[in-house]
């Protein structure tokens, strides 16, 4: 059937619904370190679509509290490449660079409940470790003058919420770090901070951060929070079978073919297969959208390849 003749998704305008109704709260967060490449892309129409497809609401996010690795333009980038892809976000994008006293407000609430500590072991030290820091620093009791990175201590953790003793956590997870030696947020503390705040509820995102997961569950737990539903997509990888990144060199996404950018995304991400995609070659943006969002919440993933709030308890 040409695209045209394609009945229109029906879904909500969720601009216009009330915050408070909605039980779907989606998001996207690139980092502002280049423009957005395919694999990226697929990432975020996949977060869209499952907003969409769940009625929900999906909003963007702005990861930019790592200065060096920032390119000037990038985030401003970001965004003019989801508008030309039709990826429109339905709240005010949050930038982590605004976030600071949330953050330092979270990381005081750790230490006043001894939940962290202070290390100060060198990169040298923690490469011999071969993976795993073995809690060296745990009970050192460091200084607030010398150069330290924060770490969660996650048997402490896991006391606090009531599982010690009953979860394999306290012997396979790290005390991983919060806050670094540098001075910068770490990642797991920010994000979950940030899915607190803009009272997240679903989260699409690569597999290769599915190993991140247990412990962002944990620290929501920690500040009280039950956490997200994830749910992890297949990486979209080179030839070569390396993962597309900026790493990489992955080849920004060509915002003058977003229709065919879109089909190809829809294709990888099992959506369509050749045949559909011929069809829908003559499609515009938002007729590939309205058709994504039918297949996508036709052909969900099913609830055992969502990784649900607890999951990381083993309930």
């Known amino acids: 059937?040409?695209?045209?003749?394609?009945?229109?998704?029906?879904?909500?305008?969720?601009?216009?619904?009330?915050?408070?109704?909605?039980?779907?709260?989606?998001?996207f967060a690139p980092s502002p370190s280049g423009p957005l490449h395919l694999g990226s892309l697929v990432c975020a129409l996949a977060s869209f679509l499952d907003a969409r497809a769940n009625n929900g609401r999906w909003l963007v996010r702005m990861e930019d509290i790592d200065p060096p690795r920032e390119q000037p333009g990038a985030a401003a980038g970001i965004l003019r490449c989801l508008e030309k892809h039709g990826l429109i976000w339905d709240e005010p994008v949050l930038y982590q660079s605004v976030q600071s006293e949330l953050?330092?407000?979270?990381?005081?609430?750790?230490?006043?409940?001894?939940?962290?500590y202070r290390c100060d072991c060198t990169r040298s030290r923690l490469k011999s470790?071969?993976?795993?820091?073995d809690g060296h620093c745990r009970l050192r009791k460091l200084s607030a003058d010398s150069p330290c990175s924060v770490r969660l201590d996650v048997e402490a953790a896991l006391k606090a919420i009531g599982e010690a003793g009953e979860n394999s956590l306290a012997l396979t997870m790290e005390d991983f770090v919060?806050?670094?030696?540098?001075?910068?947020?770490a990642y797991q503390l920010a994000v979950v901070c940030d899915d607190i705040a803009q009272h997240i509820t679903h989260?699409?995102?690569?597999?290769?951060?599915?190993?991140?997961?247990?412990?962002?569950?944990?620290?929501f737990r920690v500040f009280n929070t039950t956490?997200?539903?994830?749910?992890?997509?297949?990486?979209?990888?080179?030839?070569?079978?390396?993962?597309?990144?900026?790493q990489n060199h992955a080849l920004a996404v060509d915002n003058n073919v977003a229709a065919s950018n879109l089909l190809l995304s829809c294709r990888l991400l099992g959506l369509i297969d050749q045949n559909t995609q011929q069809d829908l070659r003559e499609g515009s943006v938002s007729e590939i959208l309205s058709w994504a969002t039918t297949a996508w919440r036709d052909h969900q993933m099913t609830p055992g390849d969502r990784v649900a709030p607890a999951s990381f308890l083993g309930h």
Request: charged share 25%.
């Open 1 to 27: 059937m040409p695209a045209r003749g394609l009945r229109a998704a029906a879904h909500s305008d969720v601009s216009r619904l009330d915050p408070s109704a909605v039980t779907y709260r989606g998001r």
């Open 103 to 116: 953050y330092l407000e979270r990381l005081k609430d750790l230490a006043m409940r001894s939940l962290s």
């Open 129 to 133: 470790l071969l993976g795993r820091y």
């Open 178 to 185: 919060v806050h670094r030696k540098d001075g910068l947020f």
């Open 203 to 219: 989260v699409v995102r690569g597999r290769d951060l599915e190993p991140m997961t247990a412990a962002q569950q944990l620290l």
């Open 227 to 246: 956490p997200p539903v994830y749910l992890h997509i297949p990486l979209i990888t080179d030839k070569s079978g390396n993962k597309l990144s900026k």
